[in-house]
């Protein structure tokens, strides 16, 4: 009888407990490393250019191979179809690589188209990007959710323009907490369910990590401040599917087919224009 | 109607008497203990040397001038029968007792068809297996599972570790007409195809149609697999059944009044419940993932037959399975339920009007849904998908001068399908979202067969299909910028969408000599619902869609070739089949399911391209002796095109499979033990990898190169077996069944994901592929038994 037990044991917990793992091996040849370019421009603002090179998926990162990844001698020209400026390399702090290329001359103006061009090891690498009008909100305010004490939403109100496609992405960045604005939890959308009404919408905060049911919350005391922009379809169709990707990864039941899309043009990435309107919201 | 019926038939009486010149004798081939009727039995007339086999009641009918005949008929696993017949009068008829031979149950009848039918018929691409072939081979968890029977043979892939998916010549999941006496069935499966779908006590056969379908199967476009239910023994209860360890199972037949009418009961529950209460000393964590999941299925079936009169006959079959998934962590509060169901219920009448004409008019419904359940603290999920059809056909079969055969026929189904039905609480956002679609297909066909000479056959047909999408609906209207412009809003029973498709079929069969033939077909189908997968693994939770404005009707042309030639006998059948086919309005999903938010309707989510599959099909087939079993090899391609993936250029389809082999193999040592091995060998799934990555505002994204551009390792595994036969008492007859899955353990993938360590906040990442494999080998012992 013992015996039988075992052996019942044995194939149950074959069959339904252990699923076996083993690390296949996947050989990419000879990947080429593209350009990629992480470059945005708003209005009355110079416009930033982090340049990278994509990596093999396989290779190891480390502090030393990362910064072969930084592009720090590319010449980087913006362009605004009557001017243009070669961009300059200078340190930061907020994003990496820690170069990036700015403007000091060209400032950002809505309703303009403006094209990048990257040239780097023989290849050139070029995206062009509008500005469109910036859309001022009516109303932002703070509540807290039904069921927290101190936690909530940010609410904004605004009207959508009914003659355009609007395509929108938002930040908040809380002082003293965030060092740079930080895009919204789910930060894109458009006007496809309310072109031309009054729209009311609540904005979770965005984290990094989901993990914890609180993160999506601001907090009474915080202050906020909010940058609501618009961008063009490019640059949302490529934010959209950036979220998407980053969201998937490795999630075996969501579809492979799905990619990032870009306006680069001989490499990956985004050339954003923002128009942008900035608002600050005390929690309280 | 009586009167003119009996008038008409009293016409064709005196007509038929008129006409001839010879005298009509009829026949009725039974089986002697059971008298069941058999068909297909060979009857051969010795003296004319001309032979014709038993059509689907066992009945034959020959045109003879006066005199005396020997005649012989043989069926395999029977004795032959010689006897002597004396044609002298008009409509004699007789009826032939067939003693079936003491074949002890491993011993495989690899076919019951005539010995050269494959040389023989017309059907290329067509192959049937019954219950008796696959009885004794490896199984897993001891049960014979005939829908995994048919992926051993050319043409026919399965989708590898835990997708109970059959993959066509090409042709995806979705593209099967899965028919269980004449009920359709959805993706029928148990556990990712751990186990057989049918209880095999109940399933005669199942025969698999690949190329030249005929006009009187419609609807799916790349194959038929037409599952029967055996008829209950009609002169005495028979019971049978098997205990394995994680199921068991039992099938109950019985006449109804003294053999007029006869029902078959069956039913198959797992206990994995109890199992795990007996395993339970020897798990030591409380929480393991073993204690904390919970799973069952149950199937049952029923046939009824009954003679209401002579000529008509009235049959009620049903099939119900169910399967739930249940997954309870209270630590971290985390459930997830799943469930599914598969169940067609169907009532038919079958008359007979003269000896020529035969007619059949069914009513039948199917339902197969999912429902998935999930929650996590606050947070709430839920997820309904259902297809839901009634289907009326009227069916005719005429049978022509013994050199000819038609049949023709109207049907209509309606179809309700719920793609998907959304339900999310997650605290602050509540989201429902339910798409549901009406439709019919009105569909009328007529297909002939026509012997043009001794060796010259030729076969084709041709079927209409009216479609029409149906309100409710609403219809969305989008700009050039696919900004929402319009809607509108379409009552129930207005058309929204209607199409009007042909689906045209020829074949034909050249005989060389008895030893063999060349056939070839092209046939034409369409096909109006559509499965799109919705992630990278597959699962019951793939979805049907029907067409709409949006989604067309998918298309498939296809053109096939073989040739048959069997040797010694035709104790060794051989064949080489080639097939081309042409996809188009294929269907899939752009981004995965989990794009459902943003969207008015599923069906935007979708998109259209189309492929190209073509492949070589090698066949070897031992059928008589101690030894038996079959190689069969499919070398082929299947590629897909859709816009903007690759450049608008083919790409490898995900079961797209350069080789697949399988090997099988029954050994009887002696009237207890036979052996059995089963040996597959497939070509790894296409996958899309990313080939780089990128750095974007601090976070990584992955850089695609080409779709399915990389292959999951190969699959293949041996399974083994041993029968054993108890001793038998009387009519009590039993066997043990001992079968080893995957013998040398391979881990086969069943998904691939990546491991990321590391941020760039520290300025290190490293990445590294594993892959989920499901089944180890898996030793199982089953008790099976009849009387």
């Known amino acids: ?284 | 109607m009586k009167i003119i019926a009996t008038i008409i038939l009293y016409l064709y009486c005196i007509v038929a008497v008129l006409g001839q010149t010879t005298f009509e004798f009829l026949g009725v081939v039974k089986d002697s203990t059971t008298k069941e009727r058999l068909v297909s039995a060979s009857v051969f007339i010795l003296p004319m040397q001309t032979g014709l086999s038993t059509d689907q009641q066992g009945k034959f009918k020959m045109d003879l001038p006066k005199g005396t005949y020997s005649i012989q008929i043989s069926f395999l696993g029977y004795n032959t029968l010689r006897k002597e017949i004396e044609v002298s009068t008009n409509a004699v008829s007789k009826t032939f007792l067939l003693a079936e031979k003491s074949i002890a149950v491993e011993n495989v009848n690899i076919s019951a068809k005539k010995s050269d039918e494959n040389i023989r018929s017309i059907e290329a691409g067509t192959l049937i297996l019954e219950t008796k072939d696959i009885t004794g081979l490896p199984s897993l968890m001891g049960e014979p599972d005939i829908i995994n029977a048919l992926r051993l043979t050319p043409g026919v892939q399965g989708g590898g570790e835990g997708n109970p998916g059959l993959y066509v010549r090409g042709g995806d999941a979705g593209q099967n007409l899965i028919l269980l006496d004449n009920m359709t069935l959805y993706n029928p499966s148990h556990l990712l195809g751990f186990f057989p779908v049918f209880n095999a006590d109940i399933i005669n056969d199942a025969t698999i149609i690949k190329g030249g379908i005929p006009a009187q199967y419609g609807g799916r476009a790349s194959s038929v697999i037409d599952v029967s239910m055996k008829e209950a023994n009609t002169s005495q209860l028979k019971i049978s059944g098997s205990m394995g360890i994680l199921s068991t199972d039992l099938a109950i037949e019985s006449p109804i009044n003294k053999g007029e009418g006869s029902i078959i009961i069956s039913g198959r529950r797992t206990y994995l419940n109890a199992v795990k209460f007996m395993a339970k000393p020897f798990i030591k964590s409380a929480n393991s993932f073993f204690s904390n999941t919970d799973y069952y299925f149950y199937d049952a079936s029923i046939k009824l037959r009954y003679n209401i009169s002579p000529k008509t006959r009235i049959f009620v079959t049903a099939f119900g399975g169910k399967d739930a998934y249940n997954l309870m962590d209270n630590e971290y509060n985390v459930s997830n339920r799943m469930q599914w169901l598969n169940g067609a219920g169907a009532v038919r009448l079958n008359h007979t009007f003269s000896k020529k004409l035969i007619a059949n008019l069914a009513t039948s419904k199917t339902l197969f849904y999912y429902n998935i359940d999930a929650s996590f603290n606050t947070y709430g999920f839920n997820l309904y998908s259902a297809i839901d059809d009634w289907k009326n056909t009227l069916d005719f079969t005429y049978l022509g001068d013994g050199n000819g055969l038609l049949k023709f026929g109207v049907s209509h189904t309606k179809h309700l399908l719920t793609p998907n039905k959304l339900d999310v609480d997650a605290g602050e956002i509540a989201y429902k979202n339910t798409s549901q679609y009406h439709s019919n297909e009105y569909s009328a066909y007529l297909n002939g067969t026509k012997k043009l000479t001794e060796s010259f056959t030729i076969s084709g047909g041709l079927r209409s299909t009216y479609y029409q999408h149906k309100g409710p609906y609403t219809h969305y209207v989008r700009n050039a910028k696919g900004q929402l412009s319009d809607s509108t809003i379409y009552n129930a029973e207005e058309v929204v969408e209607s199409y009007l498709k042909f689906d045209p079929n020829f074949s034909f069969i050249y005989l060389f000599n008895n030893q063999s033939s060349i056939k070839g077909s092209v046939s034409m189908i369409h096909q109006f619902v559509h499965l799109a997968s919705v992630g990278t693994v597959s699962l019951p939770t793939d979805v049907w869609l029907p067409s709409t404005n949006f989604i067309k009707p998918q298309q498939v042309l296809q053109m096939s070739s073989g040739y048959f030639r069997n040797f010694k006998n035709n104790t060794y059948e051989t064949s080489v089949e080639l097939y081309y086919k042409q996809l188009n309005n294929q269907v899939d999903f752009q981004n995965g399911v989990l794009d459902n938010f943003d969207n008015t309707k599923i069906e935007s989510n979708v998109m259209l391209g189309s492929g190209i599959a073509y492949g070589a099909e090698f066949f070897l087939k031992k059928k008589v002796g101690n030894t038996i079993g079959w190689i069969s090899y499919t070398l082929s391609k299947t590629l897909r095109k859709f816009e903007g993936i690759n450049n608008n250029k083919y790409y490898p389809a995900k079961y797209d499979r350069v080789h697949d082999f399988s090997f099988t193999l029954n050994h009887k040592l002696n009237d207890r033990w036979a052996l059995s091995a089963v040996f597959v060998y497939a070509t790894g799934n296409a996958l899309t990898l990313p080939a780089g990555r990128y750095i974007i505002q601090g976070n990584v994204a992955n850089h695609y190169t080409d779709v399915n551009s990389f292959r999951m390792p190969a699959y293949h595994r041996l399974d083994v077996s041993a029968n054993y036969k108890l001793k038998s008492r009387k009519r009590f007859e039993s066997w043990l069944n001992f079968s080893i899955y995957n013998v040398y353990n391979r881990s086969n993938p069943y998904f691939i994901y990546f491991a990321i360590k590391g941020d760039l906040e520290h300025y290190y990442l490293s990445v590294a592929a594993k892959q989920i494999s499901l089944f180890p080998i898996l030793p199982s012992i089953t008790w099976s038994f009849k009387f």
């Open chain 1, 1 to 284: 009888m013992r015996l039988v037990k075992i052996f019942i044991t044995i194939i149950i917990f074959s069959a339904m407990g252990i699923f076996s793992c083993v690390e296949p091996n996947f050989e990419v040849e000879n990947y080429q490393s593209e350009i990629v370019i992480d470059g945005w421009i708003e209005q009355g603002k110079s416009c930033q250019v982090l340049l990278t090179l994509s990596a093999p998926y396989f290779s190891e990162i480390d502090s030393i191979s990362l910064r072969k990844y930084g592009l720090t001698r590319a010449k980087v020209t913006l362009s605004n179809g009557e001017n243009s400026e070669i961009l300059t390399l200078k340190p930061n702090t907020l994003y990496f690589p820690p170069y990036y290329y700015i403007s000091t001359d060209m400032k950002g103006k809505a309703g303009e188209t403006y094209t990048i061009t990257v040239e780097y090891g023989g290849v050139t690498s070029f995206a062009t990007t509008t500005i469109p009008e910036p859309v001022l909100l009516d109303s932002t305010w703070f509540a807290l959710d039904n069921n927290k004490d101190s936690l909530g939403y940010v609410w904004i109100k605004f009207k959508d323009n009914a003659n355009s496609k609007d395509y929108y992405r938002t930040f908040t960045q809380i002082i003293g907490e965030d060092l740079k604005y930080i895009p919204n939890h789910i930060p894109n959308f458009n006007d496809a369910y309310f072109n031309g009404q009054n729209i009311v919408f609540s904005l979770f905060k965005g984290n990094k990590s989901i993990e914890k049911e609180d993160d999506f919350y601001y907090k009474i005391g915080d202050t906020i401040l909010l940058k609501f922009s618009t961008v063009d379809r490019d640059s949302y169709n490529f934010w959209n599917s950036f979220q998407k990707e980053i969201a998937n990864t490795g999630n075996p039941f969501a579809s492979s087919n799905a990619r990032v899309s870009s306006n680069v043009t001989n490499g990956l990435g985004i050339w954003c224009g923002y128009g942008s309107t900035y608002y600050q919201i005390n929690a309280k």
